[in-house]
């Protein structure tokens, strides 16, 4: 299994519940296909560089996770139905 980070960007317009909500069918659908999570970072709401959707901030999350390729791909297509991040991206880690 590969090493990957997904990076989260949520709206802070929404409830703490809702972003905890949305951060959880993430690490579902890691989990139920197959993958491990290994870390999560919360930076908290930051300011972003640019405006996306009209918002000037974002709440920055990181899930660290291994799993099979094909997971990586799957979960980029699962998120971007799901409609509900400012912004997400995932990528494989170096091996350390």
Not at 7 to 31: H, N, R, W
Not at 51 to 58: E, F, L, V
Not at 67 to 94: G, Q, W
């Amino acid at each position: 299994m590969r090493e990957y980070e997904v990076a989260l960007v949520l709206s802070p317009q929404q409830s703490d519940e809702e972003q905890a909500g949305s951060i959880e069918k993430v690490k579902a659908f890691i989990t139920e296909n197959g993958g491990e999570i290994v870390g999560e970072e919360d930076w908290g709401i930051r300011e972003l560089a640019y405006p996306i959707k009209k918002q000037t901030h974002g709440r920055y999350y990181f899930i660290h996770f291994k799993a099979p390729p094909n997971v990586a791909y799957d979960l980029n297509e699962h998120m971007r139905l799901m409609r509900t991040f400012l912004r997400y991206m995932v990528v494989r880690r170096d091996e350390e």
